[in-house]
């Protein structure tokens, strides 16, 4: 059974950092598709990264909403996977969730696997 934990939100100024965590179980780290969404209130959710293994060499994938600020990254002996924030801003304030699937990564991609979400708000 997979299970995925988020960890790391809170509340911040903008200008400030937060690092997510999200502890997978029940899943081989590198067979999966690890990635971040968020969801705003009132709006739909929204990718933010992904990160993947093939052939033991990792890949990754960021928003353009967040590239340049926000960083993907994982730590396959211990099944986490982290979404660094830099430079937060008051439109990243979010619930922001864990995902996996077994599928590769690509277009449309649509993990069946969730997290409960972590809470983020930053304040102007």
């Known amino acids: 059974q997979v299970q995925l934990v988020e960890s790391g939100g809170g509340s911040v100024q903008a200008g400030n950092s937060l690092r997510l965590s999200c502890a997978a179980s029940?899943?081989?780290?590198?067979?999966?598709?690890m990635a971040w969404f968020r969801q705003a209130p009132g709006k739909e959710r929204e990718f933010v990264g992904a990160m993947w293994s093939r052939g033991g060499i990792y890949s990754g994938d960021i928003a353009d909403s967040v590239k340049g600020r926000f960083t993907i990254s994982g730590d396959g002996a211990k099944n986490t996977v982290h979404l660094q924030m830099n430079s937060l801003k008051p439109e990243d304030t979010a619930v922001y969730y864990c995902?996996?699937?077994?599928?590769?990564?690509?277009?449309?991609?649509?993990?069946?696997?969730w997290g409960q979400g972590t809470q983020v708000t930053v304040s102007s």
């Open positions: 995902a996996a699937d077994p599928r590769a990564y690509g277009r449309n991609w649509a993990p069946n696997y």
């Open positions: 029940g899943l081989a780290f590198s067979d999966y598709t």
